[in-house]
């Protein structure tokens, strides 16, 4: 399906991962720009008693009419849904990044105004012992400057089930919004880059019939991650996505909701408050 408007086009696809596949690629039925564009996705499995490695994916738009979503381990079926949006002018960098401990940064890329940026992400780890540390699998990335990206995770946690799994794949997007025009105004993004706890917070005021609030983390539960000290040494429960995962909500024109599930151990989000101009 596709929805044009101006100068943006959605296309919306989906696929599953079968129970032992890796990979799957997603095809639009129309090409995009990828320079333009960038993508939202989510995923969902019925199957597993844990939320193990076969239930985090990547997706990435690997070229002008394919989204390719991998994971490093099978088990469990994963559904996904993805929405690919093109805009026109906007400007977006991609690419796939790995490390390891409790936080990767990327550098040294071309500049971009942090005024109009945000970033969305996903990852997966590699091979892991006690698969059910959910503080292990989940990132808050934010625009560090306008040259760098930084992702973390584990929120300061000393346990070092937190950050001691390799990060096979982190694949990234960071998109800037057109440039200021004379004669509509200006995209811009508002952004918390420290990270903030769940709670309502003040920000500058905007207009929210042309305004989003939204969480760079994708994956199960779509734009909603953040990273996480929570750590529950249960096989049954320790994998839980319930401290680490947040809905967020423009309340008012100068106040934003980030509203987790479980208030347990300690947990930050990079939120990005998008106005688009008239």
């Known amino acids: 399906r596709i929805f ?12 599953a991962l079968a129970s032992m596949a890796t990979t799957v690629d997603l095809t639009l039925s129309q090409p995009v720009a990828t320079s333009n564009a960038f993508v939202l996705f989510s995923s969902k499995s019925l199957d597993g008693a844990i939320n193990d490695a076969s239930h985090f994916a990547t997706a990435a738009l ?34 796939t990044t790995s490390g390891s401990g409790s936080s990767v940064s990327v550098a040294s890329l071309p500049s971009r105004p942090t005024e109009r940026t945000f970033a969305l992400y996903s990852a997966y780890l590699g091979a ?13 990335g934010n625009i560090a400057s306008s040259q760098s990206l930084l992702f973390s995770r584990g929120a300061g946690s000393s ?24 004669i509509t105004g200006c995209n811009t993004v ?42 529950d040494t249960s096989s049954a429960t320790g994998s839980s996505t319930a401290a680490v995962h947040a809905t967020i909500q423009l309340t ?27």
């Not at 991998?70 to 559904?79: I, P, S």
């Not at 989003?212 to 929570?230: D, I, V």
């Open 4 to 15: 044009s408007n101006g100068g943006i086009s959605v296309q919306h696809v989906s696929g």
């Open 62 to 95: 690997i070229d002008a009419s394919t989204v390719r979503v991998t994971r490093n381990q099978t088990a469990a079926a994963l559904w996904v849904s993805a929405q690919v949006v093109e805009f026109s002018n906007a400007r977006v960098d991609r690419s």
């Open 128 to 140: 892991t012992n006690n698969n059910h540390y959910i503080c292990k699998r989940r990132f808050r």
């Open 159 to 182: 346990d070092p089930e937190c950050s001691n799994s390799d990060i096979t794949s982190l694949a990234w997007e960071r998109v800037e919004l057109p440039t200021c025009s004379a």
């Open 190 to 231: 508002q952004r918390w880059s420290a990270g903030i706890a769940a709670g309502t917070t003040s920000i500058a005021s905007v207009a929210i019939h042309r305004s989003l609030a939204l969480l760079g983390g994708q994956g199960p539960g779509g734009q909603c991650a953040g990273e996480t000290s929570w750590v």
């Open 252 to 278: 008012s024109e100068t106040a934003m909701s980030i509203v987790r599930n479980d208030n347990a151990g300690t947990s930050l989000f990079s939120p990005f408050v998008v106005q688009f101009d008239p």
